[in-house]
Every structure is written in structure tokens, then in C-alpha cells.
């Protein structure tokens, strides 16, 4: 009777772990050190969903859970600041500063799919509330 | 007369359900309320222990009231079973079950760098079954009480 409800939550706690990925590439756009403090630009991380047999078994539906969170390795924007601390000293970049290379537009309509898929699972997940009350009103 | 009124009803089952839905309902809104307390690992009362044991004590009662009634006149019974027999028995008679989980080493958790594993969504959603739960207990146990008073006051 609850699977359903298993289920839509399972997929909220995915939507929402891949919008706190998505905030976190934004809030990063122009990190370019690493958590250590070393000169090194900040690489956008996505995640990686896969199907959760172990929710809801009735009736061989699945629920959703998060494999991993990935980090991408992509090459970095270069910008010309030689001013910068974390600009390159010596070679042919000299003067460039290596910055993260996120796409905005990407990063954000990733954020409305995932609000979106989250609302949805929320409708869901009334659906199956209503339902057991529509039972249980069979006896009131 | 009267224990055995209710006694001998799904009333005394129903109690019992409304009962640990309601602290079951107390454990999860702490584990709400401790959503960004480091270290803190989600609790929770099981629902397997508890139907276990419910049905280990029905087991119980019907297997007593069948020993009262062989040999006995069938009058007799409610004259065996003092007030409250046929309820639960005492938690030691059956299998010890770890009431209060920790779900420690549960993976299907996100366990954050805090050590705080607590999922708002699953939380929220044990809360709405939960909930449910308790809601059909008491729908149950009005409509059982609805029928005692219409057979008292003679009318449907």
C-alpha cells in the first residue's frame, strides 16, 4: 500500500542531492583554487542516478537512487590576468588564469528539470495519500 | 460482562496500533528536528518488531480463550479471563526485539560529511504513513464502537 510512497520519496532525495550539485556549480563559477588552496580551477560535478530495486517491490516497480556524484574533467576557460596570484608564472600561458569552465545556461535548466521532477513527485506522492484516505472514508 | 465487551472486539488491537503510531510518530519528528545535528543517526521504532509482536499476542489470547473453553461450559469463559488477560502479555514472553533501530551502517541513507544521515524527504514521508496508520486504527475503532452502541441502545 506504501510502496508508491517509497518510491516518489526516493526520487525527491535524488532530485534534490543533483539541485545541491547544480548550486554548487554555480556558487563555484569563479573558484579557481582547490580545497587545499592550491591553484586550481573548480571542476563541475553532476550526478549519476540508478534504478533501486530495493524500493517498492510490488509489482516490479523501482525506486531511484544516486550511484555517485561525479566530478566532470573538463578543460578550464582561460582568461588573461596577470595580476592574479593563481595566474601561470612561465611557459606559453603565461600571464592566464585557468577559471572553471561552467555553462550557466546548462547549470540552470538542470535546476528547473530537477524542481520540476521534484514537484512531480510530490503531486505523486499525494495521490498515494489520497487514495489511502479515499480507503479508509469506505469505513467512516 | 464488560471486559469481555470490549475485550473480545479488535478494540484492544487497535489501542495497541494507535498507540505505537503515535510514539513512532514522537521518534520521527526528533530525527526532524535533529536534520542538521552532526553526528546524529536516524531513529526510528520497527514496524516488523511491533507487528510481530502483536501477532505473537492474538496468537496468545486465541490460544488461551481455546484452552478455557474445552471442558468448560461456554459461560464459563468470561468468568476465566480476569479483566485485561487478553491483552498484550508482558514484552518478555516473546521474542526480544531491538525497539529503538539504529540504522548505523544503512547505506540507503546519504550519510553527510557531518555524520548526520536524516532525510528530510523519508522522514516526512514515514511521517505521512505513520500517520495513515494511526488514522485507520482510530476509523476502525469508532466504527467497532458505533456498532456496540447501536446493539445498546437497540438500534441500527
Redesign the interface.
Known amino acids: 500500500m506504501f510502496s508508491a510512497m517509497d518510491i516518489s520519496t526516493s526520487a525527491m532525495v535524488a532530485q534534490r542531492t543533483r539541485i545541491n550539485v547544480i548550486t554548487s556549480n554555480i556558487a563555484n563559477i569563479s573558484t579557481t583554487r582547490n580545497e587545499a588552496g592550491e591553484a586550481q580551477p573548480y571542476q563541475p560535478k553532476f550526478v549519476v542516478f540508478q534504478t533501486d530495486d530495493s524500493v517498492g517491490q510490488a509489482l516490479g516497480a523501482a525506486g531511484v537512487k544516486v550511484t555517485s556524484v561525479e566530478t566532470a574533467n573538463v578543460e578550464p576557460q582561460w582568461r588573461y590576468e596577470p595580476g592574479h596570484p593563481d595566474a601561470i608564472k612561465e611557459g606559453p600561458r603565461r600571464g592566464y588564469v585557468a577559471y572553471p569552465n561552467i555553462d550557466l545556461t546548462t547549470e540552470f535548466v538542470d535546476a528547473l528539470e530537477a524542481t520540476r521532477a521534484y514537484e512531480a513527485n510530490i503531486g505523486a506522492m499525494e495521490i498515494s495519500k489520497d487514495l489511502a484516505n479515499q480507503t479508509l472514508r469506505i469505513l467512516a | 460482562m464488560i471486559p469481555s465487551l470490549f475485550s473480545g472486539s479488535a478494540i484492544p488491537v487497535l489501542e495497541q496500533v494507535a498507540s505505537f503510531t503515535e510514539a513512532r510518530h514522537n521518534i520521527l519528528a526528533g530525527n526532524i528536528a535533529n536534520l542538521d545535528t552532526p553526528g546524529y543517526q536516524v531513529r526510528d521504532l520497527s514496524e516488523q518488531g511491533f507487528q510481530a509482536r502483536l501477532r505473537a499476542a492474538l496468537a496468545a489470547r486465541d490460544s488461551a480463550a481455546k484452552a478455557a473453553a474445552s471442558g468448560v461450559s461456554p459461560g464459563a469463559i468470561s468468568n476465566l479471563l480476569p479483566p485485561g488477560a487478553s491483552l498484550l502479555p508482558p514484552p518478555t514472553a516473546v521474542a526480544p526485539v531491538t525497539s529503538l533501530e539504529t540504522v548505523n551502517d544503512n547505506l540507503?541513507d546519504?550519510l553527510h560529511h557531518d555524520g548526520n544521515n536524516v532525510?528530510l524527504?523519508?522522514q516526512v514521508?514515514e511521517m505521512?504513513?505513520n500517520q495513515?496508520r494511526h488514522?485507520?486504527a482510530l476509523?476502525?475503532m469508532?466504527?467497532q464502537f458505533r456498532t456496540l452502541e447501536a446493539a445498546i441502545s437497540e438500534r441500527a
Open positions: 540507503a546519504l532525510s524527504e523519508k514521508a505521512a504513513k495513515l488514522n485507520l476509523t476502525i469508532t466504527a
